[in-house]
C-alpha cells in the first residue's frame, strides 16, 4: 500500500511537469508571457530546492510524516491557482507554490524509502519511483495537448485535474506515515543538522539562482546593471551550495560529494533540451500541440527501459552513470538536428528514446549509491542534496536557455538558432558528467 501511494505522489508531480511543458508556448501565449517561458519552469524548480533543505532537516530531526504532508498540500494549493491565473506574476507565483510542495514531497519520500523498506528492496523501490515517471510521460504530454483544445478553460483544466488525485495517495500513504511518526533516528550533529545555519543556505541559493537568472536574462537589454546581478547571484548561489551539499562536493571529491553532483549533471543536461522541445517543433516545424508532445511522450519509453534494466543489474556504479551520460549526450546531439531545414521534426523522438534511457539508467544509480554511501543520521540531508542539485541543474540551464531565445528572438528562424545554441550547452555538461563519472567511486 505505501508502495502505491509513492508511485501516486511521484505520478501526479511528474505530471504535472511533463503536462506543463506540453501546454507552457499556449500559456505563454495566453497570459502574454513568452518572455517568460524560461522562468515559468525555473520559479517551480528554485522554489522546490528551498524546500528540499527545509523537508531534508525536517525528516532527520522529527522523522518524514510532517514534511511530506505539507508538500503535498503546498502542491494541491500550487495546482489550483495555477488553474486560476489570469496573468503571467499570478501564474509564476503559482508555479512557485507547486515548487515549494514537490520539493518538500519528493525529499520526505526519499527518506520514507530509506526508513520503511529494507536495504537489499531499497533498488527496487529507488526504480519504482522513477518508473513512475514513465505512464505521466508517455500519455502527459499528449493529455495535455488535447486537454489544452477544450474550451473554454483549456490548459486550465490539466492544473485543476490533477487536484482531486491528491486524496486518494494521502490514504494509500497513512500506514507509512503512521510508521514514520513513531520511528525517529537520532538527528545528526554536523554543520548540515543546524536549522538556522541550513535556512540560510537554502535562502541563499534559491535567490542567488533566482538572481543569476534575472541577470542573465537581462545581459541583453541591459549590461552593466545586469552583470553586476549576475555576480552577485552567482557569489550567494557558491555561498549557499558550500554549506547545502556533502563537503568536497564544489571540489569534485571523490565519493559521496561527486555522486550528488552526478544528479545535476544529469538534470541540467536533460531537462534544459527538454523544456524547449515542444517550443521549437511548434514553431520552427509548425507541429500542433499533440504532435509536439509525442518527442517528449516517447522519451518514457526508454526511461521505463533505463530504470528497469538498472534494478537487474549489478557492477560498479560509476560505469552506470558513464553510460547514462553518454546517451543524453549522443540523444541531445541528435535532437538538436530537428530543426535544421529539410531534417524532420520527427528526429526528435528516437533521440529522447535515448536521453530518456540514460536519465532512468542514471538517476536511479545515483540515488541508490547516495543513500549507500550515507550514514542513516544524513539521509534526509543526502536526500535534499540530492534534490538541490536535480532541481538547481534544471532550473539555471531552462532559465539560461530562456534567456538565450529572449536574446536571439522569437521569430521561427531565430528560435531554431537558439534551440541549437541551447542544445550544445546541454550535450557539453552531459559529456562532462561522463567524464566525472569515475570520482564517485
Same mark, same amino acid.
Given at each position: 500500500?505505501?508502495?502505491?501511494?509513492?508511485?501516486?505522489?511521484?505520478?501526479?508531480?511528474?505530471?504535472?511537469?511533463?503536462?506543463?511543458?506540453? =501546454?507552457?508556448?499556449?500559456?505563454?501565449?495566453?497570459?502574454?508571457?513568452?518572455?517568460?517561458?524560461?522562468?515559468?519552469?525555473?520559479?517551480?524548480?528554485?522554489?522546490?530546492?528551498?524546500?528540499?533543505?527545509?523537508?531534508?532537516? #525536517?525528516?532527520?530531526?522529527?522523522?518524514?510524516?510532517?514534511?511530506?504532508?505539507?508538500?503535498?498540500?503546498?502542491?494541491?494549493?500550487?495546482?489550483?491557482?495555477?488553474?486560476?491565473?489570469?496573468?503571467?506574476?499570478?501564474?509564476? =507565483?503559482?508555479?512557485? =507554490?507547486?515548487?515549494?510542495?514537490?520539493?518538500?514531497?519528493?525529499?520526505?519520500?526519499?527518506?520514507?524509502?530509506?526508513?520503511?523498506?529494507?536495504?537489499?528492496?531499497?533498488?527496487?523501490?529507488?526504480?519504482?519511483?522513477?518508473?513512475? #515517471?514513465?505512464?505521466?510521460?508517455?500519455?502527459?504530454?499528449?493529455?495535455?495537448?488535447?486537454?489544452?483544445?477544450?474550451?473554454?478553460?483549456? #490548459?486550465?483544466?490539466?492544473?485543476?485535474?490533477?487536484?482531486?488525485?491528491?486524496?486518494?495517495?494521502?490514504?494509500?500513504?497513512?500506514?507509512?506515515?503512521?510508521?514514520?511518526?513513531?520511528?525517529?533516528?537520532?538527528?545528526?550533529?554536523?554543520?548540515?543538522?543546524?536549522?538556522?545555519?541550513?535556512?540560510?543556505?537554502?535562502?541563499?541559493?534559491?535567490?542567488?539562482?533566482? @538572481? @543569476?537568472?534575472?541577470?542573465?536574462?537581462?545581459?541583453?537589454?541591459?549590461?552593466?546593471?545586469?552583470?553586476?546581478?549576475?555576480?552577485?547571484?552567482?557569489?550567494?548561489?557558491?555561498?549557499?551550495?558550500?554549506?547545502?551539499?556533502?563537503?568536497?562536493?564544489?571540489?569534485?571529491?571523490?565519493?559521496?560529494?561527486?555522486?550528488?553532483?552526478?544528479?545535476?549533471?544529469?538534470?541540467?543536461?536533460?531537462?534544459?533540451?527538454?523544456?524547449?522541445?515542444?517550443?521549437?517543433?511548434?514553431?520552427?516545424?509548425?507541429?500542433?500541440?499533440?504532435?509536439?508532445?509525442?518527442?517528449?511522450?516517447?522519451?518514457?519509453?526508454?526511461?521505463?527501459?533505463?530504470?528497469?534494466?538498472?534494478?537487474?543489474?549489478?557492477?560498479?556504479?560509476?560505469?552506470?552513470?558513464?553510460?547514462?551520460?553518454?546517451?543524453?549526450?549522443?540523444?541531445?546531439?541528435?535532437?538538436?538536428?530537428?530543426? @535544421?531545414?529539410?531534417?524532420?521534426?520527427?528526429?526528435?523522438?528516437?533521440?529522447?528514446?535515448?536521453?530518456?534511457?540514460?536519465?532512468?539508467?542514471?538517476?536511479?544509480?545515483?540515488?541508490?549509491?547516495?543513500?549507500?554511501?550515507?550514514?542513516?543520521?544524513?539521509?534526509?540531508?543526502?536526500?535534499?542534496?540530492?534534490?538541490?542539485?536535480?532541481?538547481?541543474?534544471?532550473?539555471?540551464?531552462?532559465?539560461?536557455?530562456?534567456?538565450?531565445?529572449?536574446?536571439?528572438?522569437?521569430?521561427?528562424?531565430?528560435?531554431?538558432?537558439?534551440?541549437?545554441?541551447?542544445?550544445?550547452?546541454?550535450?557539453?555538461?552531459?559529456?562532462?558528467?561522463? @567524464?566525472?563519472?569515475?570520482?564517485?567511486?
Amino acid at each position: 500500500m505505501a508502495t502505491l501511494g509513492i508511485l501516486l505522489v511521484v505520478t501526479l508531480i511528474a505530471f504535472e511537469g511533463m503536462s506543463v511543458g506540453a =501546454v507552457m508556448p499556449q500559456i505563454s501565449e495566453d497570459l502574454n508571457a513568452l518572455n517568460l517561458y524560461g522562468l515559468s519552469f525555473s520559479a517551480f524548480l528554485i522554489a522546490s530546492l528551498s524546500m528540499n533543505v527545509v523537508a531534508g532537516l #525536517w525528516a532527520d530531526r522529527r522523522g518524514y510524516p510532517v514534511p511530506f504532508l505539507a508538500g503535498v498540500v503546498l502542491f494541491a494549493l500550487g495546482m489550483a491557482l495555477a488553474g486560476a491565473a489570469s496573468s503571467a506574476t499570478m501564474f509564476l =507565483v503559482a508555479r512557485a =507554490v507547486q515548487g515549494f510542495g514537490g520539493g518538500a514531497a519528493i525529499v520526505a519520500l526519499f527518506v520514507m524509502i530509506a526508513r520503511v523498506y529494507p536495504v537489499d528492496v531499497r533498488p527496487k523501490a529507488f526504480a519504482a519511483v522513477s518508473a513512475a #515517471w514513465v505512464v505521466p510521460a508517455m500519455i502527459g504530454p499528449s493529455i495535455a495537448g488535447t486537454v489544452g483544445q477544450i474550451e473554454p478553460l483549456g #490548459w486550465r483544466y490539466v492544473f485543476y485535474g490533477i487536484v482531486p488525485l491528491v486524496v486518494p495517495a494521502l490514504a494509500m500513504l497513512v500506514p507509512a506515515l503512521r510508521m514514520g511518526a513513531a520511528t525517529r533516528s537520532e538527528p545528526g550533529t554536523g554543520p548540515r543538522s543546524r536549522p538556522g545555519a541550513m535556512a540560510l543556505a537554502a535562502a541563499a541559493t534559491a535567490g542567488g539562482a533566482g @538572481l @543569476l537568472l534575472h541577470g542573465v536574462d537581462r545581459l541583453h537589454v541591459q549590461l552593466p546593471s545586469a552583470i553586476a546581478e549576475t555576480a552577485a547571484g552567482l557569489a550567494f548561489l557558491i555561498y549557499g551550495l558550500y554549506r547545502l551539499l556533502p563537503p568536497g562536493s564544489l571540489r569534485l571529491e571523490r565519493g559521496l560529494p561527486t555522486t550528488v553532483l552526478m544528479r545535476g549533471f544529469f538534470s541540467a543536461s536533460f531537462f534544459g533540451v527538454n523544456a524547449f522541445i515542444p517550443l521549437a517543433l511548434q514553431d520552427v516545424k509548425s507541429f500542433g500541440i499533440t504532435e509536439a508532445s509525442i518527442a517528449l511522450t516517447t522519451g518514457a519509453l526508454g526511461w521505463s527501459a533505463g530504470s528497469f534494466l538498472q534494478s537487474r543489474r549489478t557492477g560498479e556504479a560509476h560505469k552506470r552513470m558513464r553510460l547514462s551520460a553518454g546517451c543524453i549526450t549522443v540523444a541531445i546531439l541528435v535532437c538538436m538536428l530537428c530543426v @535544421l531545414p529539410g531534417v524532420s521534426g520527427w528526429i526528435a523522438v528516437p533521440a529522447w528514446i535515448l536521453a530518456g534511457f540514460g536519465m532512468g539508467f542514471g538517476m536511479t544509480t545515483v540515488s541508490i549509491t547516495a543513500m549507500k554511501q550515507s550514514p542513516v543520521e544524513e539521509q534526509g540531508a543526502n536526500s535534499a542534496s540530492l534534490s538541490v542539485t536535480d532541481q538547481l541543474g534544471s532550473a539555471l540551464t531552462i532559465g539560461i536557455g530562456g534567456a538565450l531565445v529572449n536574446a536571439i528572438g522569437h521569430s521561427s528562424s531565430q528560435i531554431a538558432t537558439a534551440f541549437l545554441v541551447i542544445s550544445v550547452l546541454m550535450a557539453v555538461i552531459a559529456f562532462s558528467g561522463a @567524464l566525472l563519472a569515475f570520482r564517485t567511486r
